[in-house]
């Protein structure tokens, strides 16, 4: 992605090109497929979202073919993972890859124990305690939640990425704010689950007995088997 005179220009494909995804169904088969997929251009060349669609088709509002729409269809209504999961970035991960990447980036802790042991801040904490009561819980409802209103804790935004990053939450749905007379307005904002809430907390934790060195292997080794042409050391900077 470019952005020129404060717009995003995508660096996608031509309409025309055979190659590109072309809806949500193709999208979902790819990454179950794949099992993983940055949403915008990383380090891999080829590897994204943002690189197999359409450069036209982005922001049109319409869900059978603008991709930035298929990211609140996948999230709410199929197993497929959505958060920043990548380089502090969007991203989706297939339930069959998941606990391979849960593995890897948590080393073999549960949120619990990762902050007895101190490798946990309390401002990850708070938000984690919150979403441990609910469902899921939207952007704005968290941040003041967890305690990050004006006065209170700082860095929600980036406290919410580690955690999505280290595989304890993810954005389940999206959802545009409602003003008094019950009307929708503004960009959706994200609704966020503890990624237990959608798998399992058996699931999630079913690669454990892999170390986060393993885990990272495997990853890497699969990636490159998919881009062969790609470096390691690109690999590995685009799944960190």
């Keep these: 992605m470019i952005v020129a005179n404060g717009q995003w220009i995508m660096e996608g494909l031509d309409r025309n090109d055979d190659r590109r995804i ?9 990454i179950n497929k794949v099992g993983f997929l940055p949403f915008f251009k990383g380090e891999v060349e080829g590897f994204s979202l943002e690189e197999m669609t359409a450069r036209d088709a982005w922001w049109s509002g319409d869900p059978v073919e603008d991709p930035w729409e298929w990211r609140g269809i996948i999230a709410e209504k199929s ?3 959505y958060g920043k999961l990548f380089c502090n970035r969007a991203g989706f991960i297939s339930k069959e890859w998941f606990p391979i990447f849960a593995a890897y980036r948590r ?5 619990d124990s990762r902050y007895e042991d101190g490798l946990a801040s309390i401002r990850q904490k708070k938000i984690i305690d919150v979403l441990s009561k609910y469902d899921r819980v939207a952007s704005y409802e968290l941040k003041k939640l967890a305690g990050f209103n004006k006065g209170g804790e700082k860095n929600f935004e980036g406290t919410l990425t580690s955690l ?23 960009w959706a904002v994200a609704d966020y689950t503890l990624s237990e809430n959608i798998y399992g907390g ?3 934790r079913s690669a454990y007995h892999l170390s986060a060195q393993e885990a990272k292997d495997i990853i890497i080794n699969h990636l490159l088997k998919l881009f062969p042409d790609a470096k390691p050391k690109e690999a590995e900077k685009l799944i960190k």
């Design 107 to 111: 080393d073999g802790y549960d949120f």
């Design 22 to 30: 072309k809806n949500v169904e193709e999208l979902k088969e790819y």
């Design 202 to 204: 058996d699931y999630v």
């Design 79 to 81: 197993d497929i993972a």
């Design 164 to 186: 999505q990053m280290q595989t304890y939450v993810l954005i389940r749905s999206f959802r545009r704010k409602k003003n008094k007379k019950n009307q929708e307005y503004g």
